[in-house]
Each structure stands twice: as C-alpha cells, then as structure tokens.
C-alpha cells in the first residue's frame, strides 16, 4: 500500500496510522514465519553439530513499526523513507543466531546459504566503520524461503515473506544489549574522553573473542596431540586430562559410551590428587593386570571401563590408592576399597604397592 500526499505537506501521523493499522492485519503470520525460520536453523544446526549460545525469534513489536514507518527520507525529510512500510521494511521477521565463539559463525552462515534464498548479506562491522558509528558486530541476511519449502502445503503461506537474521557472538551480543542505554553513536560528536573509553570497550570485546578463540583452537590441539601421543605409545608426554585419559583407556580396554565425559572428569581429577603427572607412570602401576579378570573377582561380572580401571588402580597400588584420594575419609570408600583388595588376593591376585612420584616425596621426608 501506497500513502501519497503533497511533498511539502506530508502527513506523517496519518501514514504511521495506516501503516500500523495494516501491519497489526499480517504481525500473527510474521510471527509465525520467524519461528519458522528459527526452526529450521535450530534443527539444521543440530545435524551439522554446531552448538550455539541460543536462537531467538519474534516479529517486530507495533510500535517499533510504527515508529520505523513514520522515518523521514534521508533525501527529502517532507517524505517519508518508507512510502509502502509493509513491504520496504525488511525486519518484520526476525531471527537472532547468538554464537561462543567466532569460528562458528561461518558454520552458521554455511547453514543459512544453504538452507534459504539468500538476499542480501551485510557485515555491520564493515557499515559502522563506514558510517563512523560506535556498536557491535554483527552479520546481516535477508533471507525467504527456498522453492522446495514453499511448494510443501505447511510452508506455502510464508511465499514471499522476507526474514533477517543476524548472527553475532555472545560478547557481541553483551555489546548489542548495552548499546540501548548508551546515548553516544556518532563518533563525530563524542567527547574525546568517552570516545577514547568507547575505543578501548571495543578493542576489549575484540580481544577476548579472539583469545576465547584462540583457547578452544590451542585445546583442539591438544587434544589430538595427545591423542596421537597414546597410540604411538609417547605415554610420558601425555598429560592427564579427561580427553587423554578417556584416548587411554579406548585404547587398552576398548571404547566404553556408557562413561560420560564428567566421569573421565573426575578419575582425571583422582589420578592428579593421587600425585601422576603422565600416563607413563599409570601404566606402569596397573601394568600386568587384567581388568576383565579384577571385575569379575570383585564384582562376578564385567563391569564399565571406569570401575575397571579403577580395579587395576587398587590392584597396583593397594592401600597406597587411599592416600591422597578425596574420599579417604570416608568410611564407606574405605571399607569399599578394602573390600575390592580383599576380593582380590582371595581370587590369587598379587596386590603391589606402586607410589607415585608425589608419594615417594612424602615418604622421603
């Protein structure tokens, strides 16, 4: 819809009205089509195994329409920057793609170009430098719906219904969410000292996405370094983290999906308090003994990876396994444990007495 009048004579409250009144006719089907097209990301990110922080999706508030209705053009202030609102203002749907860390917003963007008819594209880090504007970062799309979709009866009503996404990390979004009580936009007329403060907020959040970044890149690392470190046996350059230890054990006793990756937690967490630094020294300690033979002495039957390898510990260490151990103090570990030693000798198990490194030291003083 068209809203003529006289250029020198525009009347703005008369075209917010009608364009609001018309907007209030369509907002239930926006609505829809936004949650629509987070549903379709949601499910599509999930297959392609990409985690984000959240996505959001709503359909632009009535006032805000309003308000975004009545702008005047740029151009020519007596005229109004929308002349036809419904269909020149393109975030009517919208959805919000909030991410950890960089890296994954070129996932989520893969996902987005393959999945809608793509529009437009727009960098808001590249228009605010442009603009000289303070804000956060952000990536833009314009997206409809592909021909596949809307050819299915569910999809059909959304033809040509335009939605913008915008995909941004959650640091930038912390930023995004601060901007609304933040008077100063323009650098232009910031004063020197808030500017110099805006600069330095910015130069901040940019620095720790890219250290977050940088964290999860060096820990991928390492965990492939350690484990190829296991399979070719370099077991004393393996320091004990839930990832080795769980690459360790797949690879002596097999994988075990039962095990989640809190329990790998916390036996690596028990391994360091009983003083091992390496999986050389582990291996030595519970070297020679079977674990599917200890389960079945212990408890008649083969139990999962971790409390089989907590066997061997026991076997290897006999009391020494106690010591240190966070629940030493607790009566019923104690007896517990005793018990599995017990269990043991009586099947013709040799308890040895290994020390780590950090109980020799003890010992020694």
């Known amino acids: 819809m068209i809203f003529e009048a006289d250029e020198t004579n525009f009347d703005f409250e008369s075209h917010r009205s009608k364009a609001l009144a018309e907007y209030q006719k369509v907002r239930p089907l926006y609505d829809q089509f936004a949650e629509i097209v987070r549903r379709i990301l949601k499910d599509c990110l999930r297959r392609q ?3 984000v922080a959240s996505i959001e999706a709503r359909a632009k508030d009535l006032e805000s329409f309003a308000n975004k209705a009545a702008e005047p053009s740029l151009e020519n202030p007596n005229l109004p920057k929308y002349k036809e609102p419904i269909r020149e ?11 950890f860390l960089p ?7 893969e996902v987005i170009d393959s999945e809608f008819q793509v529009l437009e594209r727009r960098d808001k880090s590249d228009i605010l430098n442009e603009e000289e504007k303070f804000g956060y970062q952000s990536i833009h799309y314009l997206v409809t719906l592909r021909p596949n979709r809307i050819a299915l009866a569910e999809y059909e009503p959304f033809n040509n219904l335009i939605a913008e996404i915008q995909v ?3 640091l930038q979004h912390a930023w995004a969410e601060m901007e609304h009580d933040i008077q100063y936009k323009s650098v232009e ?3 020197k000292s808030i500017r110099r403060r805006f600069m330095s907020l910015a130069g901040l959040i940019e620095i720790a996405d890219r250290e977050f970044q940088a964290v999860q890149d060096e820990g991928l690392r390492l965990m492939e370094e350690a484990r190829t470190s296991v399979q070719e046996g370099r077991l ?3 320091e004990i983290t839930a990832d080795a230890l769980k690459a360790y054990l797949d690879d002596k006793m097999y994988p075990d999906d039962r095990c989640s990756l809190w329990s790998y937690e916390w036996m690596a967490g ?13 291996d030595e300690c519970i070297s020679g003994f079977d674990d599917d033979s200890l389960s079945r002495i212990v408890f008649g039957n083969r139990q999962g990876q971790l409390t089989r390898f907590e066997l061997q510990l026991i076997a290897g260490m006999g009391d020494n396994y ?8 607790n009566e019923w570990y104690i007896g517990k444990t005793r018990n599995s030693l017990g269990e043991m000798e009586k099947g013709g198990v040799t308890i040895r007495h290994y020390q780590t490194p950090a109980q020799e030291g003890k010992c020694d003083k």
């Open 322 to 329: 106690l010591n240190g151990h966070p629940y030493a103090d």
């Open 103 to 109: 890296k994954t917003i070129a996932g989520v963007s």
């Open 270 to 282: 028990i391994l360091k308090k009983l003083g091992f630094t390496n999986f050389r020294q582990i």
């Open 49 to 51: 195994n990409i985690k």
């Open 236 to 238: 004393g350059d393996v």
């Open 89 to 99: 203002i393109t975030d009517l749907a919208g959805v919000r793609v909030i991410t």
């Open 168 to 170: 941004r990390t959650i």
């Open 189 to 191: 007329t910031t004063p």
